[in-house]
């Protein structure tokens, strides 16, 4: 991204305007009673994440970073989100949705005239629009967030979007070599790259094989029907124990009916399409099916070499195509299609190695643990990243269809806990050289 004042201001408006197409999109597709109702207590009411996007961006662009008063000083704890849990939301004195929108277009109006005025340089939170991209990525974040939601929520169909495009991967490898030896990990000089992608470090990662694309469904069957979820030699003890106390035997949103196994997505039920990548399974589910598969899931370093490093010239690339940013030939990203193409899509994406389908169609599960880079540096605030470091949570890369563009990267790192289904993941497998 270049450093210059204009077309970086081009930049983040355009981000911030992308993100809020989206979030209205997804929150003018459905009744008020819709937004205001809570449709899993895994997540939020819509309504909740309509006027938290706002706050967090009335708290750092107006009040951080041009030190107006607060507009609304009454409803920052309401909207705190490490103060209410998700399931307790809903008694909150919420915002009403017309309110809501009120506010947001309140917000966003002075927004827009901070960017225009505010100089984008001396200090760090507006070093190269760093604020103004931070808000960008959170709203697209929550965006997939109410994605998930509307997964979630049982009713009518109530987002459309055409199907992904369809590439001829016949003759496509199995899997990819990827050679030993260091690569440039991370960033340094990513201006809206988040803290816990920073800083860039030297990994030596020895050789090792990774999927080209990512497992697909017809595979993941393959497992189920061979009695996978009945086998506990398959599970870590916590996922056996999530298999038994849960009586799970598919993915999430997956039933056998009449001799087929169908889907729900986004309150449409179809035939599973066995050429897809796999999605809703947990890490515990995708951590069996690679020890079934006599395989193993890759760490997160080996996840990142494999999508950035270019072996013949060395060099550690922004994306797997390069440098460029996302184009709807490289990557299934931004909500463009709901859900994800079929395995072996995006030649124009490919790493340097040929593996495919690294950024966009699904985020993939890797074996890591969520852990700060050596060097790390908390910033802006220690609740983004540094309080959930540790092995509770594991490190997923690559975005999903539903991820935004200015929310993905190479480096961009996911965490969750390993038992989340309802979140869009896959996974791929590796195997050591």
């Known amino acids: 991204m270049t450093a210059d004042p204009t077309a970086v201001r081009r930049s983040a408006l355009d981000a911030l305007t992308a993100a809020r197409e989206r979030t209205s999109a997804l929150t003018d597709c459905v009744e008020d009673s819709e937004l205001t109702a809570q449709h899993s207590p895994l997540m939020s009411p819509l309504v909740w994440d309509l006027a938290h996007i706002s706050n967090q961006e009335e708290q750092w662009l107006l009040r951080a970073v041009a030190g107006r008063e607060a507009m609304r000083p009454e409803i920052d704890s309401v909207y705190d989100a490490f103060e209410h849990p998700r399931a307790t939301r809903p008694s909150l004195p919420l915002l009403p949705p017309a309110e809501a929108r009120r506010y947001a277009s309140e917000v966003r109006g002075r927004v827009v005239d901070v960017l225009e005025s505010t100089p984008l340089h001396g200090r760090p939170l507006v070093d190269a629009g760093f604020a103004f991209g931070m808000i960008a990525q959170h709203e697209q974040q929550h965006d997939e967030t109410m994605l998930i939601t509307h ?4 009713g009518p169909v109530a987002l459309t979007a055409p199907a992904p495009p369809r590439t001829d991967s016949a003759g496509l490898p199995d899997e990819i070599l990827v050679p030993g ?3 440039t990990m991370g960033t340094s000089d990513e201006p809206w790259a988040l803290d816990n992608e920073r800083p860039a470090h030297q990994r ?10 990512p497992v697909t469904n017809g595979a993941f069957l393959r497992f189920v029907e061979d009695g996978g979820y009945r086998d506990e030699r398959w599970w870590a003890e916590q996922g056996w124990d999530l298999v038994r106390g849960h009586e799970l035997s598919a993915p999430l949103f997956w039933r056998r009916e009449g001799g087929q196994w ?3 997505r986004f309150g449409a039920v179809e035939p599973v399409a066995p050429g897809e990548p796999v999605l809703h399974v947990s890490w515990y589910e995708a951590d069996a099916y690679a020890r079934w598969a006599g395989r193993r899931l890759p760490s997160e370093a080996e996840w990142e070499k494999a999508a950035r490093h270019d072996p013949a010239t060395g060099r550690t690339h922004r994306y797997p195509w390069g440098d460029a940013d ?6 299934n990203l931004g909500q463009r299609h709901l859900g994800p193409a079929p395995a072996g899509s995006y030649p124009e994406g490919e790493s340097p190695l040929g593996v495919r389908q690294l950024i966009g169609d699904v985020w993939e599960w890797t074996s890591s643990d969520f852990l700060p880079y050596p060097g790390f540096a908390a910033f802006p605030y220690r609740e983004y990243s540094e309080v959930f470091f540790g092995p509770d949570h594991k490190v997923l890369r690559g975005g999903a269809f539903s991820v935004g563009e200015v929310a993905c990267r190479a480096t961009f790192r996911n965490w969750d806990l390993p038992v989340r289904r309802q979140i869009f993941a896959g996974f791929r497998t590796a195997r050591d050289a």
């Open 262 to 264: 169908l889907r729900r």
């Open 151 to 154: 997964q979630l929520r049982s």
């Open 181 to 183: 030896g260091p690569f």
């Open 204 to 213: 030596l990662v020895p050789a090792f094989h990774i999927d080209t694309t």
């Open 326 to 331: 996302p184009t709807p030939e490289r990557a």
